[in-house]
């Protein structure tokens, strides 16, 4: 029905840069809310920011003032752009999309594959 595909993870060394894509497709009516996730193994998901249809966004504090979340609702596209990486900032990151599609009166709930980042020397 929908699918979301990640792209831009990768190694940084610390205090390096990436930036996070993730492209929605399918039978797509509306995406309401979209947003990135993070893991670690033997973590539970993290949510790390989040970015509403008109703008208003949200993060969590370990991010503030690094990561960068925004959005192109003409490509239902979501992008993550962080800054200032850190080693703790090591997870796979994961794409959600909260989703109206054809024919359905609801939202649901979609995720990507997840994208690894690494930050390292």
């Known amino acids: 029905q929908v699918q979301l595909a990640e792209s831009g993870g990768g190694l940084v060394q610390p205090g390096g840069s990436l930036k996070l894509s993730c492209a929605a497709s399918?039978?797509?009516?509306?995406?309401?809310?979209m947003a990135w996730y993070r893991q670690v193994p033997g973590k539970e998901r993290e949510l790390v920011a989040t970015?509403?249809?008109?703008?208003?966004?949200n993060y969590t504090d370990s991010v503030k003032g690094r990561f960068t979340i925004s959005r192109d609702n003409t490509q239902n596209t979501c992008y993550l752009e962080m800054n200032s990486l850190k080693p703790e900032d090591t997870a796979v990151y994961y794409c959600?999309?909260?989703?109206?599609?054809?024919?359905?009166?609801?939202?649901?709930?979609?995720w990507g594959q997840g994208t690894q980042v690494t930050v390292s020397s």
């Open positions: 399918g039978s797509i009516f509306n995406i309401n809310r």
């Open positions: 970015i509403i249809t008109n703008g208003p966004t």
């Open positions: 959600n999309a909260f989703v109206k599609i054809y024919g359905r009166l609801d939202y649901f709930h979609f």
